[in-house]
Nanobody, 120 residues
């Protein structure tokens, strides 16, 4: 079984920073992509940032220049450094992993979510 555990969420003032972490554990053959999604109240879940096994990244336009995604392949961990936070960044942030538990068992896995609240 695979588990994704997020940490680092919390309450921060506008302009502040947070660093989210997500560690994947369990039976993992290969991780193709890890990323972060978020869901704000009354809105659909959206992709925030993603990073593939080679280090290529994608960002939502709304966070470009402010957020940075990175990964530590040895630890099966993905990070999201969030700077210059805005109230509109408030959401539940979910870790996602596109991974294989075996050569023929590729699937998407989700963390439980961590709350990020940006408010003064």
């Amino acid at each position: 079984q695979v588990q994704l555990v997020e940490s680092g969420g919390g309450l921060v003032q506008p302009g502040g920073s947070l660093r989210l972490s997500c560690a994947a554990s369990g039976t993992i053959f290969f991780i193709y992509v890890m990323g972060w999604y978020r869901q704000a109240p009354g809105k659909q879940r959206e992709l925030v940032a993603a990073i593939d096994s080679g280090g290529s990244t994608n960002y939502a336009d709304s966070v470009k220049g402010r957020f940075t995604i990175s990964r530590d392949n040895a630890k099966n961990t993905v990070y999201l450094q969030m700077n210059s936070l805005k109230p509109e960044d408030t959401a539940v942030y979910y870790c996602n992993a596109d991974l294989a538990r075996g050569r023929d068992h590729r699937d998407d896995y989700w963390g439980q979510g961590t709350q990020v609240t940006v408010s003064s």
